[in-house]
């Protein structure tokens, strides 16, 4: 879709133009007017789509620029940009039939999500809109990064859905060997160096293909030589990824900063990794508690308890009153096939199918593809131990 951007501020311009180029269909703020008069000038000999609109330096006048121009692009979705000063322009913008208002500063996420609204009613539909899925370690081995790569390989391969896996860790990110003997061409830090480049074929081009359907973005190896992350730079990823794939898995490691947060505030459930012991679920606890205080929706949030074995001291029950969160899934303590597969670098569907932790990867599989279990607030309970008397 092309846009036509009403605004002095060379910037804004800036920011706009290369938010909407990581869009997939990209929005091309084509076209630049500094102002509404400007604007109404200079008409354009094609109507753009969309007409994004900064009324921070307008003045009175401008209410009846902006109407005359509604009229003018009878057929382009407004946008009004506004840092709250002029309240009657707003006004008159709704009586127009204005429907996007967004505040300066811009928010990208709201940028975004307007753009996704406008794009909607005008059926310039995107082409996807895959799920991303976090995965956090409470404790060092924890099991997140087996359990995430794993889990990747068992989704493509089993599900027939394309999968990205992205090594979150700032240092000593390992997930590519957890799956893989090739060594990663390109890093997460490649990435970031040549976002502007981003679109689908070249995230692609970036991974170690582990399968068909999955590749892994690796963490940079060394982080001194490396370009940093930057949180702006994970929305314009993870905003190609969902156009891209179906599934996006995160694996968070322990890092809580401002680029995992970055990550996590966008995704659609977070899974904390933990095994069944005390100092696991103090640590649990502590990420919970930073979630609740960052206001995400604790329905996003499920567990994983890995290395589960049954009968043992503390029990799921439990864990549920502890952390107030519901369990997701159990994967069973199973060294031998687990300890082959990392060693070897071969996911753990395909060096032991039989084995009880592929098994458990394959019903892992099944919950969340089905997501009756996300959607259903008692239905966990009621689908991982049946009725209430199950003894675990
Ligand atoms: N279900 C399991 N059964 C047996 N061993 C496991 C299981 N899950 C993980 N492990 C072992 O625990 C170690 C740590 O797991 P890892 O995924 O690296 O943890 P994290 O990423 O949370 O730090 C792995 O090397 C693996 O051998
Ligand atoms: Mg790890």
Redesign the pocket.
């Known amino acids: 879709m092309k846009a036509l951007l009403i605004s002095r501020d060379t910037q804004l311009y800036a920011e706009i133009s290369s938010q909407g180029a990581a869009r997939v269909p990209p929005l091309n703020v084509a076209t630049t007017r500094d102002s509404l008069r400007d604007a109404l000038d200079r008409p354009l000999a094609d109507s753009p789509g969309m007409v994004i609109v900064d009324i921070s330096d307008a003045d009175t006048a401008d209410g009846d620029l902006l109407e005359r121009l509604t009229r003018h692009y009878a057929s382009a979705h407004f946008m009004l940009l506004t840092d709250n000063h002029h309240p009657d322009i707003l006004i008159r913008a709704m009586r127009v039939g204005v429907r996007e208002v967004l505040q300066l500063p811009l928010v990208h996420r709201a940028l975004h999500e307007a753009i996704d609204r406008i794009a909607a009613s005008a059926g310039v539909a995107s082409v996807h809109d895959g799920k991303v899925l976090a995965f956090i370690?409470c404790k060092?081995?924890?099991?997140?990064?087996?359990?995430s790569t794993n889990f990747g390989y068992a989704l493509a391969t089993l599900a027939d859905k394309k999968v990205l896996l992205i090594d979150l860790h700032r240092q000593f990110g390992d997930a590519t060997l957890y799956v893989s003997d090739q060594k990663p061409a390109m890093t997460l830090s490649d990435v970031c160096q040549q976002i502007a480049r981003i679109d689908g074929p070249f995230l692609e081009s970036c991974l170690v293909h582990v399968a068909p359907g999955f590749g892994v973005l690796a963490a940079a190896d060394d982080p001194s030589q490396s370009v940093e992350t930057k949180p702006e730079h994970i929305d314009i990823i993870l905003r190609v990824a969902r156009q891209h794939y179906d599934y996006i898995l995160l694996d968070v490691g322990r890092q809580i900063d401002a680029v995992s947060l970055r990550a996590l505030d966008t995704t659609d459930a977070i899974y904390p990794?933990l095994q069944l012991a005390l100092p696991d679920i103090r640590d649990a606890r502590r990420l919970l508690d930073i979630f609740r205080s960052l206001g995400y929706l604790t329905d996003h949030i499920r567990l994983i308890v890995?290395?589960y074995e049954k009968g043992g001291k503390l029990r799921l029950q439990d864990l549920h009153a502890a952390l107030g969160a519901e369990v997701l899934h159990t994967?069973?303590?199973?060294?031998i096939a687990?300890?082959d597969s990392?060693n070897q670098g071969i996911p753990v569907l395909q060096l032991a199918r039989g084995s009880p932790?592929a098994r458990s990867l394959a019903d892992l599989v099944e919950i969340v593809t089905a997501r009756r279990i996300i959607e259903t607030k008692s239905g966990l309970f009621d689908r991982l131990f049946g009725r209430s008397e199950v003894d675990y």
């Open positions: 370690a060092g081995g924890s099991g997140a990064t087996f359990i990794v890995n290395r994967i069973p303590n199973d060294y687990v300890t990392v932790a």
